[in-house]
Structure formats: C-alpha cells, structure tokens
C-alpha cells in the first residue's frame, strides 16, 4: 500500500480563524514532508520532519505550525493565514534514510486545496 | 544553487504521436532522477524513476538520463488525450532524500 492520506480535501477559512491539516501514511516511512503549490508552479517546500524531529523548515511564516505526533502522523496548524496563501497544501512521504542505490521513493497525498478569505 | 529546468510548454502532441519531455540539472551529484504527472487540481503521481545512465522503459513509457551531460527525459508513445498533464521532474542528489523539483511541462495530446 502506497498510500498517503491527507484531510480535509477542501478548506475555507477567514484571517482570524484557526484550523489545521492532517496527513498520515502507514507504510513505516520516517520521513514525511509538507508542501505548498501555488497554480502553474513546481511544489515549494516547506517543512521535513525525520523520525518524528523537524529537520528542515525552509523559513516558513510563523503562521504555519508543522506537529508530527507519531510516525504515521503528520499535522499543520494554520492561524492568522493570509489570501496569498490560498493554494494546494500537499503532504509526502519517504523512507528517509539514503538506501542502496538510492531508490527510495517520495509518495504524494491527494492534497488539501486551501482558500483564504 | 541546485537548479532544475524544464521548458514549460505547453508541448502539443496528436493522439498516436510519441511526447518527447526533456529536463536539465545543474548538480553534478545527482544520483536519482523522477518523473511525476499531474493533472489539474491533483497531486503529483510518480510515474517513472531512474538511477543508472541509459533507458529504462515501463509500457508506453521511457525514461532517459544522461549523466554526462546532465539531462533527463521521458518519451511517452502512443500518447493519448488522457496523458494531457502537467510533468514534473525532480532531482535528487547523492546523500540527500530531498528531491529538487522542476517548473513542469504542460503537455496536451489532441485527438
């Protein structure tokens, strides 16, 4: 099973408003990741976490909470978000450590589509 | 700077006709090399990886990397309507599990 699930598909929110984003994959991978796509560009990264530690933030705003509660689990709260944020949020995952050969695989979720009013 | 180019197309192909997709990479130790489509409003889909100079192939689909000269590409044959999407390539270099991805190139096959 490839499978990387992301909730809530779709999301709505005002500038006050806190919400978060929730991702979980249950392959044993140690490495999952958050992404932010705007329209007609490449994904952006945003934060990696490696077992369960956040190894690399890519000097996200402070409004962007990444939490990974366990190893299948991975959240990003949003708080006081901005309309330029509006985009798809998409969660990944890998095993992580650089195998043999390097063939390792990061695998997609479908993705949550974010619009901020 | 680590970077990963791609024309952006689009690139428009007739149904039957082979898609030719080309990506460059300027980090000299990259060791792994993949393609992903993405359809409009979804996520991107692995669709082909490669790690070793030459050709690797899965049904209609071919993958090229040429190490020396620092490019990849995927040839899709047979292209059909369905294969209209977005390809994105990513890099990774050798040590590192983060791969780097490139802009993407629209392809559109018309029947």
């Known amino acids: 099973d490839t499978e990387v699930t992301q909730t809530p598909k779709h999301l709505v929110m005002g500038m006050t408003n806190k919400k978060s984003l929730k991702c979980e994959q249950h392959?044993?991978?140690?490495?999952m990741y958050w992404y932010k796509q705007k329209a007609k560009k490449p994904p952006e990264l945003m934060f990696v976490?490696?077992?369960?530690?956040?190894?690399i933030n890519e000097s996200v705003p402070s409004r962007f909470s990444p939490e990974c509660p366990n190893s299948s689990l991975l959240n990003l709260h949003l708080h006081a978000l901005q309309p330029e944020d509006s985009a798809l949020y998409l969660c990944?995952?890998?095993?992580?450590?650089?195998?043999?050969?390097?063939?390792?695989?990061?695998?997609f979720g479908p993705g949550t589509r974010l619009l901020v009013l | 700077q680590k970077e990963v180019e791609q024309n952006s197309g689009p690139l428009s192909v007739p149904e039957g006709a082979i898609a030719s997709l080309n990506c460059t990479y300027s980090?000299?130790?990259?060791?792994?090399f993949f393609w992903y489509r993405q359809y409009s409003g979804k996520s991107p889909e692995l669709i082909m990886s490669?790690?070793?100079?030459g050709d690797k192939e899965d049904g209609r689909f071919t993958a090229q990397l040429n190490k020396a000269s620092q490019y990849v590409s995927l040839l899709i044959r047979d292209s059909q309507p369905s294969d209209s999407a977005t390809y994105l390539c990513?890099?990774?270099?050798?040590?590192?599990?983060?791969?780097?991805f490139g802009r993407g190139t629209s392809l559109i096959v018309h029947p």
């Open positions: 980090d000299r130790v990259s060791q792994s």
């Open positions: 976490y490696s077992y369960e530690k956040l190894s």
């Open positions: 490669i790690y070793s100079n």
């Open positions: 990944a995952s890998s095993q992580d450590v650089v195998l043999a050969g390097g063939q390792e695989t990061q695998y």
């Open positions: 990513a890099v990774r270099r050798g040590g590192s599990y983060i791969p780097t």
């Open positions: 392959m044993g991978h140690r490495a």
